[in-house]
């Protein structure tokens, strides 16, 4: 009998090749894509979170200002124009601000009871989305950042 050639014997356990198989490839590469998805997700939310942050502290930063102004003996501008602290919001659009006048316009925001969220000034972001309503129970403006109780709060619509 003759004996079998080299290249057709039987693997043995030390002359096994090195390597990764298709399938094992194929399960890294898939848990490095649902940690990928995961991360990615958790990242957005979290630049969202700071943006909002950055726009509360600049809200407050231009109310304080306008404040100032009225204890000052001043008259509220009639647009952020005129404030030189005025920037654009996170999303890069400007902030809104509407002087009113007693009593409140009709554009002012309002709550879910469609009360005036302010008796002074309004100033709010639209925030990401880039669109809203007066009454900040609105879908639309759920996202706002807005000024609240005259400045007493300053934060997202959806938490008022």
Sequence with gaps: MQ?????????????RPSGF??????IAVAIIGVLAAL???NYQVHIERVRVARAVVEMKGLSLHLQTIVINGGQLP??????????ND???????YL?????PQVSARKDQFL????????LYSVGADGQSRAPITHP???????????GAFIGLARNY
Excluded at 3 to 15: I, L, M, T, W
């Design 21 to 26: 198989t298709l399938v094992e490839v194929m």
């Design 115 to 122: 009360v005036p969220l302010n008796t002074d000034f309004d």
């Design 3 to 15: 004996s079998a050639s080299p290249e057709f014997s039987a693997v043995k356990d030390g002359d």
């Design 39 to 41: 991360s990615t997700t």
């Design 99 to 103: 002087r009113l006048n007693k009593p």
């Design 90 to 96: 996170p999303w890069g659009r400007s902030y809104r």
């Design 140 to 150: 639309l403006s759920l996202d706002d950042v807005v000024r609240g109780a005259n």
């Design 78 to 87: 009639s647009s952020l124009a005129v404030v030189r602290l005025a920037r």
